[in-house]
């Protein structure tokens, strides 16, 4: 009997050991994983900044050179957008479909196919300028509400209710598209047209992707019920 004993706690003392054992494991594993996504995340952070750097430095050449007000608005969003990708905060969930991030990324950097004309008349020029400084004025209204939770894959880094995302849910795709299509009226070929036709087929698209992600978020629910237009008040 104290032969069963002994063994019956020894053998419960074992049980106990490995169990602890598992336990350190499994929170160091954790731990290393957090450490692990944590670094992928800065990584990525600085490498996005560096990018919008060099499209500060683009910019500031193209305002310097033509003194036209598009090109500072140009040179104001993307330095916002340089800072806020640099303080970028960490996201609860990412998308991990290989399509939905390709669809993301290549809509982002069509707008870079984009060709200037050499001339065109003031009738249209000016128009175009018009709308290309309210569609920048949106852009920088939602990047600032935005904050640290801009991102180009969906990705849920919080939800955003305030400034321009009080009226739609998706103001920066809106103030590139009214960018965009005033950028067209004055620089009119048919390699212009067949970009924006893809840029603004690709924000459809990426909208519903990140709507999708970002409906297993309660707060959402909610702030889709508030704000129900997704582009153009009281339309779409």
């Not at 900044?49 to 969003?77: M, R, W």
């Not at 018009?130 to 949106?138: F, R, T, V």
């Not at 849920?156 to 009226?167: C, I, L, S």
């Not at 999708?212 to 978020?217: E, N, P, R, S, T």
Request: with cysteine; glycine share 8%; proline share 4%.
């Amino acid at each position: 009997m104290i032969g069963e004993h002994t063994s019956t706690m020894m053998g419960s003392e074992i049980t106990h050991g490995a169990t602890r054992l598992s336990v350190r494991t499994g929170r160091h594993n954790l731990v290393t994983r957090a450490a692990s996504i944590g670094v992928h995340s800065l990584v990525v952070n600085a490498l996005l900044s560096s990018l919008y750097a060099l499209f500060v430095y683009a910019n500031v050449t193209f305002f310097l050179q033509t003194g036209s007000p598009v090109g500072a608005g140009l040179v104001i969003f993307n330095a916002i957008a340089m800072t806020c990708f640099f303080v970028r905060g960490s996201a609860s969930r990412v998308t991990e479909s290989v399509p939905k991030r390709v669809v993301a990324c290549v809509t982002f950097l069509l707008p870079y196919g984009m060709r200037p004309l050499t001339a065109s008349p003031w009738t249209l020029v000016v128009p175009s300028m018009l709308g290309q400084l309210a569609g920048l004025a949106l852009m920088i209204a939602s990047l600032i509400a935005l904050n640290r939770s801009i991102g180009i894959v969906a990705a849920n880094r919080g939800v955003k209710t305030g400034g321009p995302y009080a009226w739609v849910r998706h103001p920066m795709y809106a103030g590139e598209s009214v960018f965009l299509v005033s950028f067209l009226l004055a620089n009119w070929m048919v390699l212009n047209a067949v970009v924006v036709c893809a840029i603004v087929v690709g924000q459809l698209v990426r909208l519903f992707h990140e709507e999708a992600l970002l409906g297993c978020d309660r707060s959402y629910l909610h702030y889709q019920a508030a704000v129900p237009c997704r582009l153009i008040p009281g339309i779409f």
